[in-house]
């Protein structure tokens, strides 16, 4: 059965190159255009859609384990602008900044929290329980706020995501190092650890892996709550980027957390995805905007590439899958 | 073990009893296994079986009752618990996940880690060597659960109850979507088990494999003990009687039919998962079975002459239409109704009523100005419900609610509520009761009486040669012979199916 081994291992591969092939077309196409050429793959503008990324990526990070473990968080958005309203109202009140930060991040995971509960505990789709703390934490959040943004000092925390960096040494704004750092770990904690293995099982065949005594409520309410405290950061950093705790900012953002997981080849029905991919999904959209907003192309066709961009990967992936019956 | 607890049986279970609301699932039911015994557990759907086998595993507790294994008490709190506890299942619906890989399936649960770190390397051999104790060394540990056959699946979530050292194992079904070959060295997987000292409890609807395979037999009715024994001083006549609670006197009921014109014939027909071109001719008021392996092209054969795949090739006609090119919907029209093998995922719609799934094909007559009357469907739904003898609380009652044998005569149901001459249907009696197969049986030649034609595919035997008129043999997508019933026995059949030649 040495063919057979040999497949399994091809499609490894296939498996892995796949979500590349897709950011490597994207830089070639804006890489050959006449009027960007010159500007698109210099070190200036790489770092700053490095440092635009962060917010999404940090988000896809957390979506990357809820879906894969077969759930969706349509809340991450408002968990982000609830996080940076929390870290903007703590730093305007005077704590100190690493305070802030941490109550920040705390937020989100408290947030998540109460989504992974829920979901157990009610026994309800995530969609729903998620597309309920949507609405309630942007709200809570334009509560918090009293309905407008939030002023606070400039700390270190602003610092975050400079993109030049204040030791110049560091190269990419800390919010960078700090992605790159969360994105290795969540890769080895999926693919070297129980617990992920545990959240593929659940989100291949939760029953499954419940009668394979995996303990898979309070699996669940750490996959929401890893997932909040993403959110958290990334929240931290919307605040760090704005200067300002703005309740209102990040509408919508989750569409694009999501479509960033699924364009690296998350599946909605769960078992399957990787940070690998989702980071390349979060840069397949980075550079589209770029690239875009260099050619000076109007929004509305950024939204269009991005829209047939999901469709088609999504497609693709599904004939890459079908392939192996 | 001391010597006290190496007489004890590997399990006794005694006076289990469990509710479920105002129901008794259980009733005081003993069950004893014997070290190294297959120990057959037989009843209709919904004698209890299940739910014992649950409480076993620790997914249920029972109300009253104790458990004891190796003659020590046992009260498993959770799977888990019990899988500790040296007892594995083997479900029906298959147990994995199928976007694992076999190494990640048969670890899951009890993965080997330091500091939620996983150890693979020394899992890896012991896995191995699990695979090749069971004999089948070519499953390769890193190909995703989903793109393995049945049979191998199967021996994953086997190796999966060895590597826990199960002592006590559970088979609910094994055999019912195995082919006869995977059947046997299932069989072989089996004696090696026993002879290693496990115990397994076996439930099966195929009456003859667990003569074949058991050592003694507990047989579960309405939720309580009605007979357990020996199965060498059991004959199988008086098990089934203690299963259905009387003598079936006639499991094939024959109504008299005779073929007329021809109803269906296809003519080199070759479908896109067809592995082969068919010829086949079926007459009115006859019914036609299609034996063969699984994989041999029969339920390929059907989903192409309905519409349902692609076809790429040859001639389908129903009573002198050419059929090749038309649709589902255009074939209903044209008197075809096909009864899918896979009852859950496309045979009915499991959430809706059993009035919606039985009018579901023919919506014709309860149309007026586009608006469909819900109470004519319900009245007509009703009607072939008390024809099948469907037990259901009411027409509105959904079908996922009701048994394997009740949904099964619901699908059938709708067939005949379509009013289809020609039914194409594919394993209709697998994994239901006795009783609703002789139901099925009965409604079979019944139709045929009525001038219907009946393409039957079925992977046993018995029913076919007791069922049908003539038999055609499916190998690897060819037919290999047809021939009228009579002119076959149970051997020449598999012979046929196994080898090609007739």
Same mark, same amino acid.
């Given at each position: 059965?040495?063919?057979?081994?040999?497949?399994?291992?091809?499609?490894?591969?296939?498996?892995?190159?796949?979500?590349?092939?897709?950011?490597?077309?994207?830089?070639?196409?804006?890489?050959?255009?006449?009027?960007?050429?010159?500007?698109?793959?210099?070190?200036?503008?790489?770092?700053?859609?490095?440092?635009?990324?962060?917010?999404?990526?940090?988000?896809?990070?957390?979506?990357?384990?809820?879906?894969?473990?077969?759930?969706?968080?349509?809340?991450?958005?408002?968990?982000?602008?609830?996080?940076?309203?929390?870290?903007?109202?703590?730093?305007?009140?005077?704590?100190?900044?690493?305070?802030?930060?941490?109550?920040?991040?705390?937020?989100?995971?408290?947030?998540?929290?109460?989504?992974?509960?829920?979901?157990?505990?009610?026994?309800?789709?995530?969609?729903?329980?998620?597309?309920?703390?949507? *609405?309630?934490?942007?709200?809570?959040?334009?509560?918090?706020?009293?309905?407008?943004?939030?002023?606070?000092?400039?700390?270190?925390?602003?610092?975050?995501?400079?993109?030049?960096?204040?030791?110049?040494?560091?190269?990419?704004?800390?919010?960078?190092?700090?992605?790159?750092?969360?994105?290795?770990?969540?890769?080895?904690?999926?693919?070297?650890?129980?617990?992920?293995?545990?959240?593929?099982?659940?989100?291949?065949?939760?029953?499954?892996?419940?009668?394979?005594?995996?303990?898979?409520?309070?699996?669940?309410?750490?996959?929401?709550?890893?997932?909040?405290?993403?959110?958290?950061?990334?929240?931290?950093?919307?605040?760090?980027?704005?200067?300002?705790?703005?309740?209102?900012?990040?509408?919508?953002?989750?569409?694009?957390?999501?479509?960033?997981?699924?364009?690296?080849?998350?599946?909605?029905?769960? *078992?399957?995805?990787?940070?690998?991919?989702?980071?390349?999904?979060?840069?397949?959209?980075?550079?589209?905007?770029?690239?875009?907003?260099?050619?000076?192309?109007?929004?509305?066709?950024?939204?269009?590439?991005?829209?047939?961009?999901?469709?088609?990967?999504?497609?693709?992936?599904?004939?890459?899958?079908?392939?192996?019956? | 073990?001391?010597?006290?607890?190496?007489?004890?049986?590997?399990?006794?279970?005694?006076?289990?009893?469990?509710? %479920?609301?105002?129901?008794?699932?259980?009733?005081?039911?003993?069950?004893?296994?014997?070290?190294?015994?297959?120990?057959?557990?037989?009843?209709?759907?919904?004698?209890?079986?299940?739910?014992?086998?649950?409480?076993?595993?620790?997914?249920?507790?029972?109300?009253?009752?104790?458990?004891?294994?190796?003659?020590?008490?046992?009260?498993?709190?959770?799977?888990?618990?019990?899988?500790?506890?040296?007892?594995?299942?083997?479900?029906?619906?298959?147990?994995?996940?199928?976007?694992?890989?076999? &190494?990640?399936?048969?670890?899951?649960?009890?993965?080997?880690?330091?500091?939620?770190?996983?150890?693979?390397?020394?899992?890896?051999?012991?896995?191995?060597?699990?695979?090749?104790?069971?004999?089948?060394?070519?499953?390769?540990?890193?190909?995703?659960?989903?793109?393995?056959?049945?049979?191998?699946?199967?021996?994953?979530?086997?190796?999966?109850?060895?590597?826990?050292?199960?002592?006590?194992?559970?088979?609910?079904?094994?055999?019912?979507?195995?082919?006869?070959?995977?059947? &046997?060295?299932?069989?072989?997987?089996?004696?090696?088990?026993?002879?290693?000292?496990?115990?397994?409890?076996?439930?099966?609807? %195929?009456?003859?494999?667990?003569?074949?395979?058991?050592?003694?037999?507990?047989?579960?009715?309405?939720?309580?003990?009605?007979?357990?024994?020996?199965?060498?001083?059991?004959?199988?006549?008086?098990?089934?009687?203690?299963?259905?609670?009387?003598?079936?006197?006639?499991?094939?009921?024959?109504?008299?039919?005779?073929?007329?014109?021809?109803?269906?014939?296809?003519?080199?027909?070759?479908?896109?998962?067809?592995?082969?071109?068919?010829?086949?001719?079926?007459?009115?008021?006859?019914?036609?079975?299609?034996?063969?392996?699984?994989?041999?092209?029969?339920? &390929?054969?059907?989903?192409?002459?309905?519409?349902?795949?692609?076809?790429?090739?040859?001639?389908?006609?129903?009573?002198?239409?050419?059929?090749?090119?038309?649709?589902?919907?255009?074939?209903?029209?044209?008197?075809?109704?096909?009864?899918?093998?896979?009852?859950?995922?496309?045979?009915?719609?499991?959430?809706?009523?059993?009035?919606?799934?039985?009018?579901?094909?023919?919506?014709?007559?309860?149309?007026?100005?586009?608006?469909?009357?819900?109470?004519?469907?319900?009245?007509?739904?009703?009607?072939?419900?008390?024809?099948?003898?469907?037990?259901?609380?009411?027409?509105?009652?959904?079908?996922?609610?009701?048994?394997?044998?009740?949904?099964?005569?619901?699908?059938?149901?709708?067939?005949?509520?379509?009013?289809?001459?020609?039914?194409?249907?594919?394993?209709?009696?697998?994994?239901?009761?006795?009783?609703?197969?002789?139901?099925?049986?009965?409604?079979?030649?019944?139709?045929?009486?009525?001038?219907?034609?009946?393409?039957?595919?079925?992977?046993?035997?018995?029913?076919?040669?007791?069922?049908?008129?003539?038999?055609?043999?499916? %190998?690897?997508?060819?037919?290999?012979?047809?021939?009228?019933?009579?002119?076959?026995?149970?051997?020449?059949?598999?012979?046929?199916?196994?080898?090609?030649?007739?």
């Amino acid at each position: 059965m040495k063919i057979m081994r040999r497949k399994v291992r091809l499609q490894t591969l296939i498996n892995l190159l796949a979500p590349f092939l897709g950011l490597i077309l994207v830089l070639a196409i804006f890489s050959s255009m006449p009027d960007v050429q010159s500007r698109f793959l210099r070190l200036a503008n790489l770092k700053s859609v490095a440092t635009q990324s962060v917010i999404v990526a940090l988000g896809a990070l957390g979506m990357t384990l809820v879906i894969i473990g077969g759930g969706i968080d349509l809340s991450a958005a408002s968990n982000i602008a609830l996080s940076s309203v929390i870290t903007a109202y703590a730093v305007n009140a005077g704590l100190p900044p690493l305070i802030a930060v941490g109550l920040g991040v705390l937020t989100g995971g408290v947030v998540g929290f109460i989504n992974g509960a829920l979901i157990t505990r009610l026994r309800l789709v995530p969609f729903i329980i998620t597309m309920g703390m949507m *609405g309630i934490a942007r709200g809570v959040a334009k509560w918090i706020a009293n309905n407008q943004k939030i002023d606070a000092p400039l700390t270190w925390v602003n610092e975050l995501m400079a993109k030049s960096p204040r030791p110049s040494w560091l190269m990419l704004a800390p919010g960078v190092w700090l992605m790159i750092v969360f994105a290795v770990a969540m890769a080895v904690l999926l693919r070297y650890t129980v617990f992920g293995r545990h959240v593929f099982a659940i989100g291949s065949n939760e029953a499954a892996a419940r009668l394979c005594g995996v303990r898979t409520n309070r699996a669940k309410i750490i996959v929401y709550t890893i997932a909040g405290l993403f959110c958290g950061l990334s929240g931290v950093m919307e605040f760090s980027r704005l200067t300002v705790g703005d309740p209102t900012v990040a509408v919508g953002l989750e569409l694009d957390i999501i479509a960033a997981v699924v364009i690296g080849g998350g599946s909605l029905s769960g *078992g399957e995805g990787s940070i690998l991919g989702s980071m390349i999904g979060v840069f397949i959209m980075a550079f589209l905007r770029n690239g875009c907003t260099m050619m000076g192309w109007p929004n509305y066709i950024q939204e269009i590439i991005i829209g047939v961009i999901i469709v088609a990967a999504v497609s693709l992936d599904q004939i890459r899958h079908r392939r192996p019956t | 073990m001391t010597s006290a607890t190496a007489a004890a049986p590997a399990l006794e279970m005694r006076g289990i009893t469990k509710r %479920f609301g105002a129901t008794a699932a259980l009733e005081e039911v003993d069950l004893v296994l014997q070290k190294g015994d297959v120990h057959a557990l037989l009843g209709e759907n919904g004698a209890g079986k299940s739910t014992l086998v649950k409480i076993l595993s620790g997914a249920l507790r029972p109300d009253r009752g104790g458990m004891r294994l190796a003659g020590r008490p046992y009260h498993p709190a959770d799977p888990l618990h019990g899988r500790r506890s040296g007892v594995s299942m083997i479900y029906q619906e298959l147990n994995l996940a199928p976007h694992l890989t076999v &190494e990640e399936n048969i670890m899951l649960g009890t993965e080997v880690h330091s500091g939620g770190f996983l150890k693979r390397r020394d899992v890896r051999t012991k896995i191995k060597e699990t695979l090749e104790f069971l004999h089948h060394p070519e499953i390769v540990l890193d190909a995703p659960v989903r793109q393995l056959s049945v049979g191998a699946r199967q021996i994953v979530e086997i190796s999966r109850a060895i590597m826990d050292r199960a002592r006590i194992l559970v088979m609910d079904e094994p055999t019912s979507s195995l082919t006869r070959e995977d059947t &046997e060295r299932l069989f072989q997987v089996i004696r090696k088990l026993k002879a290693e000292g496990v115990s397994i409890i076996y439930i099966s609807h %195929f009456l003859e494999e667990v003569r074949e395979v058991a050592d003694a037999y507990t047989v579960l009715r309405d939720g309580k003990n009605v007979g357990a024994g020996r199965m060498a001083e059991a004959s199988l006549e008086a098990i089934i009687q203690l299963m259905v609670g009387r003598k079936i006197s006639d499991l094939f009921p024959r109504v008299d039919h005779r073929p007329g014109e021809v109803a269906l014939s296809l003519n080199g027909l070759k479908g896109v998962r067809m592995p082969g071109a068919v010829s086949l001719e079926l007459h009115r008021g006859e019914i036609l079975g299609l034996a063969g392996l699984i994989g041999a092209g029969r339920t &390929e054969t059907l989903r192409a002459v309905f519409g349902l795949d692609a076809r790429q090739s040859g001639q389908v006609e129903i009573a002198g239409v050419k059929a090749l090119k038309l649709k589902p919907w255009q074939m209903i029209r044209l008197g075809l109704g096909l009864l899918s093998e896979d009852r859950q995922g496309e045979g009915l719609a499991l959430s809706r009523s059993l009035t919606d799934n039985i009018t579901l094909s023919r919506f014709g007559p309860y149309k007026k100005y586009g608006f469909l009357s819900l109470k004519k469907r319900s009245r007509a739904a009703l009607q072939w419900m008390d024809e099948l003898k469907i037990k259901a609380q009411g027409s509105g009652q959904a079908v996922a609610s009701l048994s394997g044998g009740n949904q099964q005569k619901a699908a059938l149901a709708r067939l005949l509520h379509q009013d289809a001459d020609v039914l194409l249907l594919d394993e209709p009696t697998r994994g239901i009761d006795v009783l609703s197969k002789a139901q099925i049986y009965d409604w079979m030649s019944r139709l045929a009486a009525r001038g219907k034609g009946i393409l039957f595919v079925s992977s046993y035997f018995p029913e076919l040669l007791g069922v049908c008129d003539r038999i055609a043999v499916f %190998f690897r997508g060819q037919v290999v012979d047809v021939r009228p019933a009579a002119g076959w026995r149970d051997e020449s059949l598999m012979a046929a199916a196994m080898t090609g030649k007739a």
